[in-house]
Nanobody
Framework: QVQLVESGGGLVQAGGSLRLSCTASGRTFSIGQMGWFRQAPGKEREFVATILWNAGNTYYTDSVKGRFAISRDTAKTTVYLRMNGLKPEDTALYYC?????????????????WGQGTQVTVSL
């Protein structure tokens, strides 16, 4: 099992930036990919971005392409999500997830461990 701790959420005005961090501990040798999902009130959890842990390949949902960037520091077993040009519709609870699979399909079932979430609120 992998334990995940997120940080970096907060309140920001539209057009602003935030960087989320997620540090993994435990059975980190089993990580195939790490990703970010988000869930707004009354909506389903949706895929944001993922990174293959060894290869570094990245994948994004269309709505964040060009604004968000996912990266990782393998020595620190930490994944980051840099968010620029934030919009009110980006407001959500952001979850970090780790999976043994390297299939970058952006589906929740491919991730085995989840963090508690960090809130991102974007105001007008």
């Amino acid at each position: 099992q992998v334990q995940l701790v997120e940080s970096g959420g907060g309140l920001v005005q539209a057009g602003g930036s935030l960087r989320l961090s997620c540090t993994a501990s435990g059975r980190t040798f089993s990580i195939g990919q790490m990703g970010w999902f988000r869930q707004a009130p009354g909506k389903e959890r949706e895929f944001v971005a993922t990174i293959l842990w060894n290869a570094g390949n990245t994948y994004y949902t269309d709505s964040v392409k060009g604004r968000f960037a996912i990266s990782r520091d393998t020595a620190k077993t930490t994944v980051y999500l840099r968010m620029n040009g934030l919009k009110p519709e980006d407001t959500a609870l952001y979850y970090c997830a780790a999976g043994r699979s390297t299939q970058a399909l952006g589906v929740t079932t491919l991730y085995d461990d989840w963090g508690q979430g960090t809130q991102v609120t974007v105001s007008l």
